[in-house]
C-alpha cells in the first residue's frame, strides 16, 4: 500500500515537471525572450538554456508539490474559505516571488561573509521582464490548478476524454461498478448529528483516494458511500476492485484511534459489485456532468442492498465471479440466484471475503 502510495505522488510530481517545463518553453517560443531564465534562474551556473529550464522546473514543481501537502483538506477544513484563499495565494506568490530573486547569480561565500551589498548588487533588477513572467508564471498556476481539479473531479480517463472531446457522443463501454456504502449510517449520523457527520464522510471520502491506486475511478459520491467504476481488462484477471476493496478498508482499521478519539466510532462498509455494459455520455448545458447509464449500475445498486439481507460486507454477481481470474487470495461462497428488486430475472450472488494469510 506504502509502495502504491509512493508511486502516485512520485507519478504526480514528473507530471509537473513536464507541465512545467513545457509553460517555460512556450514562454520563450510567444515572447522571443529567454532573458528571465539566462539572468534570474542561474544558480547552478548552466551554460545550456534547456538545462536551466529543467533545474527551475523541477523546483517549481517541488514548491506546489509540498504546498499541496500544505493545503490538503484535513489541515484546512475548519479554516473561513476567506482565509483559506488569501493564505493560500499568498504563499503562491512569495514562493515564486523569494525563488526568482534567491535563484540569482551570487555564492553561498558571499552570504557567509556578509557581503550583502555586493548581493543586493547582483540581484537583478524588477524590470519588465521580471512582471512579465511573473504575470504568466501565476496564470500558468491557475491553469495548473483548474487542470488538476478537473482530473479530479471527472477523473483521469474521463478528463482525457473530455479533454479531447470524446465524450459529446453517447459511447458504450463495459466497466465494473461498485456501489460501496457505509453500514448503519443513519444510526451514526442520528448519534453525531449532521455536522460532525458531515466531518465523519469527508474524512472517509478523503481516504478513498486508495481505489485510485488500483485503477478506480470515483464516479459518484452518495451522501455516506461511493460508486466506483473500472475497466474491464486487467482489472478483472488481476482482481484489482478486490484489492481496492480490501484494501479500503484496512486503511479505514489503520486509523481506528483517528477514528475513536474523534467520532467514538470506526466506519464499516458493505459494497455490492457488478459488471456489464454501459453508455457513457456527457450531459447537461449549464452544468455538464459526466453520466453513465445501463442496467448494470442499477444491478450493482440491488447487490449492494442484499448485503443486510445476508449478512455478509462483499458481494458480487455471477457474470463477475466467472470472469474474475485471480481467485486464489480470496473466499468465494455461492449465495445462490436471488431475484433483486426491480429485477425480472433471478441473478447469482457470490459472498467474497479475504483469505488470511498465515504469518
Same mark, same amino acid.
Given at each position: 500500500?506504502?509502495?502504491?502510495?509512493?508511486?502516485?505522488?512520485?507519478?504526480?510530481?514528473?507530471?509537473?515537471?513536464?507541465?512545467?517545463?513545457?509553460?517555460?518553453?512556450?514562454?520563450?517560443?510567444?515572447?522571443?525572450?529567454?532573458?528571465?531564465?539566462?539572468?534570474?534562474?542561474?544558480?547552478?551556473?548552466?551554460?545550456?538554456?534547456?538545462?536551466?529550464?529543467?533545474?527551475?522546473?523541477?523546483?517549481?514543481?517541488?514548491?506546489?508539490?509540498?504546498? %499541496? !501537502? &500544505?493545503?490538503?483538506? #484535513?489541515?484546512?477544513?475548519?479554516?473561513?474559505?476567506?482565509?483559506?484563499? /488569501? =493564505?493560500?495565494? *499568498?504563499?503562491?506568490?512569495?514562493?515564486?516571488?523569494?525563488?526568482?530573486?534567491?535563484?540569482?547569480?551570487?555564492?553561498?561565500?558571499?552570504?557567509?561573509?556578509?557581503?550583502?551589498?555586493?548581493?543586493?548588487?547582483?540581484?537583478?533588477?524588477?524590470?519588465?521582464?521580471?512582471?512579465?513572467?511573473?504575470?504568466?508564471?501565476?496564470?500558468?498556476?491557475?491553469?495548473? %490548478? !483548474? &487542470?488538476?481539479?478537473? #482530473?479530479?473531479?471527472?477523473?483521469?480517463?474521463?478528463?482525457?476524454?473530455? /479533454? =479531447?472531446?470524446? *465524450?459529446?457522443?453517447?459511447?458504450?463501454?463495459?466497466?465494473?461498478?461498485?456501489?460501496?456504502?457505509?453500514?448503519?449510517?443513519?444510526?451514526?449520523?442520528?448519534?453525531?448529528?449532521?455536522?460532525?457527520?458531515?466531518?465523519?464522510?469527508?474524512?472517509?471520502?478523503?481516504?478513498?483516494?486508495?481505489?485510485?491506486?488500483?485503477?478506480?475511478?470515483?464516479?459518484?459520491?452518495?451522501?455516506?458511500?461511493?460508486?466506483?467504476?473500472?475497466?474491464?481488462?486487467?482489472?478483472?484477471?488481476?482482481?484489482?476492485?478486490?484489492?481496492?476493496?480490501?484494501?479500503?478498508?484496512?486503511?479505514?482499521?489503520?486509523?481506528?484511534?483517528?477514528?475513536?478519539?474523534?467520532?467514538?466510532?470506526?466506519?464499516?462498509?458493505?459494497?455490492?459489485?457488478?459488471?456489464?455494459?454501459?453508455?457513457?455520455?456527457?450531459?447537461?448545458?449549464?452544468?455538464?456532468?459526466?453520466?453513465?447509464?445501463?442496467?448494470?449500475?442499477?444491478?450493482?445498486?440491488?447487490?449492494?442492498?442484499?448485503?443486510?439481507?445476508?449478512?455478509?460486507?462483499?458481494?458480487?454477481?455471477?457474470?463477475?465471479?466467472?470472469?474474475?481470474?485471480?481467485?486464489?487470495?480470496?473466499?468465494?461462497?455461492?449465495?445462490?440466484?436471488?431475484?433483486?428488486?426491480?429485477?425480472?430475472?433471478?441473478?447469482?450472488?457470490?459472498?467474497?471475503?479475504?483469505?488470511?494469510?498465515?504469518?
Amino acid at each position: 500500500m506504502k509502495s502504491n502510495r509512493l508511486a502516485k505522488h512520485l507519478k504526480y510530481l514528473v507530471y509537473q515537471i513536464i507541465f512545467w517545463y513545457a509553460i517555460f518553453l512556450f514562454y520563450i517560443f510567444i515572447s522571443g525572450d529567454d532573458t528571465v531564465f539566462t539572468t534570474y534562474f542561474n544558480l547552478l551556473r548552466l551554460d545550456n538554456l534547456y538545462n536551466n529550464l529543467f533545474v527551475f522546473a523541477s523546483a517549481v514543481s517541488f514548491l506546489f508539490f509540498l504546498l %499541496n !501537502f &500544505l493545503f490538503t483538506d #484535513r489541515f484546512v477544513r475548519f479554516l473561513p474559505v476567506r482565509t483559506i484563499v /488569501f =493564505f493560500k495565494w *499568498l504563499v503562491y506568490f512569495g514562493s515564486a516571488f523569494v525563488l526568482m530573486l534567491v535563484a540569482a547569480r551570487f555564492s553561498v561565500n558571499q552570504i557567509r561573509e556578509g557581503h550583502y551589498e555586493e548581493i543586493l548588487q547582483q540581484i537583478p533588477k524588477m524590470d519588465i521582464h521580471f512582471f512579465r513572467f511573473l504575470a504568466y508564471f501565476y496564470l500558468s498556476g491557475i491553469i495548473f %490548478n !483548474f &487542470l488538476k481539479g478537473m #482530473r479530479m473531479r471527472m477523473g483521469r480517463m474521463n478528463f482525457i476524454r473530455w /479533454f =479531447f472531446g470524446i *465524450l459529446s457522443k453517447p459511447r458504450e463501454e463495459e466497466r465494473i461498478f461498485m456501489f460501496l456504502d457505509m453500514k448503519s449510517s443513519t444510526t451514526i449520523a442520528e448519534k453525531l448529528f449532521h455536522r460532525k457527520f458531515s466531518y465523519l464522510m469527508q474524512d472517509v471520502f478523503n481516504n478513498m483516494t486508495i481505489f485510485d491506486a488500483y485503477h478506480g475511478e470515483i464516479y459518484q459520491y452518495l451522501g455516506d458511500g461511493a460508486i466506483i467504476s473500472w475497466t474491464v481488462n486487467s482489472e478483472i484477471v488481476d482482481g484489482h476492485y478486490l484489492k481496492a476493496y480490501f484494501a479500503f478498508r484496512k486503511r479505514i482499521s489503520g486509523r481506528e484511534r483517528y477514528f475513536n478519539r474523534k467520532y467514538k466510532l470506526v466506519p464499516e462498509f458493505k459494497a455490492g459489485v457488478h459488471v456489464g455494459h454501459v453508455m457513457a455520455l456527457q450531459v447537461g448545458q449549464t452544468r455538464r456532468d459526466i453520466s453513465y447509464n445501463g442496467d448494470t449500475i442499477n444491478t450493482a445498486a440491488r447487490i449492494e442492498s442484499m448485503c443486510n439481507e445476508v449478512h455478509q460486507d462483499l458481494l458480487i454477481s455471477e457474470d463477475l465471479y466467472n470472469r474474475t481470474e485471480n481467485k486464489n487470495a480470496y473466499i468465494f461462497k455461492e449465495i445462490g440466484r436471488i431475484k433483486l428488486k426491480g429485477k425480472r430475472k433471478s441473478t447469482g450472488i457470490y459472498q467474497v471475503k479475504e483469505r488470511k494469510t498465515k504469518v
